[in-house]
């Protein structure tokens, strides 16, 4: 036992010296959540919005106008038909349309509520959800200008939907995509590296000569990478929390519980790239580059998966972090409890079981 | 009679049709400085390897420090240092911190391991660099620092695989000094070496030529028996026989 401890301090020691290491390790996460944060959720302006006005009342004129006088929008008012609006959404002509039903000004002035249908192209959901939001802002602003007294106020209720893509996803969803890509990506890579490294320099075999088992050289080796990883998840959930405002809706606890699941997924999976390769180079090739791409594309965090042709979406269910996105974004985001998530628990509990066996089994014929 | 703290007999490492090592037996007693020599390729790793516990003997017999390589290995490896070709301390560890670490991964206790290494930086001169990092120290000192390391845990024998490779001649000197004292002190020293002049200084060396011993007996005797000057010339009467080229 004094021997690990000895071992992890010695790991831990070479972490905080490579600054290489700690580039990757802390660096890679706040990179990817600041670009991804920011550019997927910056401001968007001068969207062209079609207005299709049915009502043509004082109200919706003067709607009309606030909404002209914001910097975000170019209006163009034209007279296309409700049921054109399908089409030109498809030809890609209209990103957002705004439309005022029959009787606006009168059912605001008599009623004291009406409505309002906001159309938008789903299929950039951050651009959708803005402009949403904005059009959102500028009604909620004009019925407290125009009600007559705070006790009967007027409302406006807008409707939005987004074509194609209903449930608005893409916009949260790269949270729990970049925490799934980076864990994967640095889990892995850091992990292979550090063993292989020992069998550059030549302390390898030097550890094998000693009396220290090389079942405990392994875990030596993954403990310091689990706990740095831990800290890297939380960095992340601190970063995505209050720079970003995503809300966490489920469990810390079971989230943590999970990602650490899928740290040690990843953890096995550098264990048995480091026992198949001799060069750190090689090893980060292996997990950086040979990863990236798949995990990019396979997580489903920027590609639907469910658009993919059959063979991709076969591929995509070998990769854990396709999994743990699944479990992360249904407790982060939808606040669901274990119950939901429980099958994608096992299938990566099966991945990690399949990994370390692979991974000891590799690391043992090597000594004969 | 001499305690011995290796025997082996017959030990053959076979790689499919390839014998690494073929059917070789020596003996080393206690305290013994042995050299073991041959050209690149000629299965001195190899042997050296098995005798670790590294690697598992295809057939023969060897004991090591009185435990059974095939039964016992883990015996052995409380019982041997080893020290490799390549630089084996930590680069971006200090001094002292790999003191610390080889010392605890031999089941040094802690305060044995700061007595010790506190003699031990103050004998290599070291005082002044025990907290600098070992990548930043001249080669010969590492090397010096390496065999320390090896023996930190007082083995009863010490594998040195070509420990002198790259070091200036001064530094040999002194290094092959820190191994007399080894000796000296009951640590039995098997050391390859590609350097004939080391050779000289062993008890005994044995040459190994495509896997089998050739000549075994002190450096003295050897030069008689081959009516050399020095082993240099045993050596390459010897090493001409050779059929498989180095590696």
Redo the contacts between chains.
Sequence with gaps: MKQLLVFIRKEFFHVFRDKRTLLIMFGLPVAQIVLFGFALTSEVKDITLTVIDNSRDANSQQLIRKIKSSSYFIVNESSIDYNDIANSFKKGTTKCALIFPAGFGNDLQHGGKAQLQIITDGSDPNTAKTVVNYITAITTAYQQEISPSPQLPYTIVPESRMLYNEEGNGSLNFIPGVMALVLMIVCTALTSVSVVREKELGTMEILLVSPFKPLMVLIAKAIPYLILSLANFVLILLLAVFVLDVGIKGSILLLFMESMLFIITCLSFGLMISNTTNSQQTALLLSMMGLMLPTMIFTGFMFPIENMPKIFQLISNIIPSRWYFLIIKSVMLKGLGFEYVWKETLVLLGMTIILLTIALKNFKTRLS | MEEKVIVCKDLTKRFGDFYAVNKISFEVNKGEIFGFLGANGAGKTTAMRIL?????PTSGEAMVAGFDVYKQP?SI??N?G????????????TVV?NI???G????VSSSEIRKRSDNLIQKLGLTAEAKK?VGALPLGWKQKLAFSVAIFHQPRIV?LDEPTGGVDPVTRRQFWDMIYEAAASGITIFVTTHYMDEAEYCNRVTIMVDGKIEALDSPANLKTQFEADNMDEVFYRLARRAKRSGD
């Design positions: 670790c516990g590294l690697s598992h883990e490896k409380k041997i080893y020290m490799s070709q390549k630089f084996s301390l930590y680069e971006n560890l911190e610390e670490f080889f605890g991964v031999y089941g990092l594998f």
